[in-house]
């Protein structure tokens, strides 16, 4: 891990043989309040199907939120998509991957809601496979937040996993993350043989930076300016949501 790298991927020439691998939240959109407040992007599909062709196919989202909340932001387009941090993954056939649910979520369930009714501005969010606590509207209960979850997972820490992210802690399994999502789809057509690139924005996106750069590829990280200083595995850098669209949208017509 280094501090938020220097090197600004503006710098970095798209060629023919990369597959891309994009975030969603803080990364082709713009982080919100709530996580039912982002807005969908129709320039940012467009600019993902012009790439998609570049590349013959090989780019897929990679995100914390569910296959189908991703299909709902981006409809009709239909990408390749992995969803809750890797627990399920669409291919680029249409097929579905998925780990099946843990049990042991269902006793963590009760008292993180009991934590939202109770604090004003503090959202938790079920995704079944997975869960979330977000406190964007109450910063102030952040630190008490991450305590109450890190205790209540403590117990079950063979099983489940806790990260905290831009304003929410996330409690998945152990078995899935972004790093192993993107390996599975690079064992697969169109991915297999290209040069992986994966751009993201937090915590959560650390284990896909590791996987690119053990491949070869091009790891970015969205954010850590002055004022914002990250550890991250990722050795490129664009400065905000404006500046990662901005960059695909100068992608090359052809490649």
């Not at 891990?1 to 994009?22: G, V």
């Not at 697969?188 to 896909?208: K, Y």
Request: charged share 25%; glycine share 8%; aromatic share 6%.
């Amino acid at each position: 891990m280094q501090n938020t790298p220097n090197q600004s991927a503006m710098s970095l020439r798209p060629a023919s043989d990369w597959a891309l691998f994009l975030d969603v939240d803080g990364t082709l959109l713009h982080l919100q309040q709530t996580p039912d407040g982002v807005n969908r992007s129709e320039r940012v599909c467009q600019i993902l199907e012009g790439i998609m062709q570049r590349l013959a196919g090989a780019v897929a989202l990679v995100s914390g939120r569910t296959i189908q909340n991703l299909d709902e932001l981006f409809v009709p387009h239909r990408f390749p998509v992995a969803g809750l941090h890797g627990l399920e993954r669409r291919d680029a056939e249409g097929n579905a991957h998925s780990h099946s649910e843990s049990q042991v979520l269902d006793t963590l369930r009760p008292p993180l809601r009991k934590a939202a009714e109770t604090h004003e501005g503090v959202i938790f969010e079920d995704k079944s496979r997975a869960l979330a606590i977000h406190y964007r509207q109450a910063p102030d209960r952040a630190s008490g937040i991450q305590r109450l979850v890190e205790d209540l997972v403590r117990p079950l820490a063979h099983e489940l996993h806790v990260i905290h992210g831009k304003m929410v802690t996330e409690i998945k399994p152990w078995h899935a993350d972004k790093g192993s999502a993107i390996s599975a789809f690079m064992n697969e057509p169109p991915f297999v043989g290209r040069v992986p690139v994966f751009i993201g924005d937090d915590t959560t996106d650390e284990d896909g930076f590791v996987y690119v750069n053990q491949m070869s590829g091009y790891a970015i990280r969205v954010g850590g300016g002055e004022g914002d200083v990250v550890k991250t595995a990722a050795r490129y850098s664009l400065e905000n949501v404006d500046e990662v669209i901005a960059w695909l949208e100068s992608w090359p017509p052809s490649l």
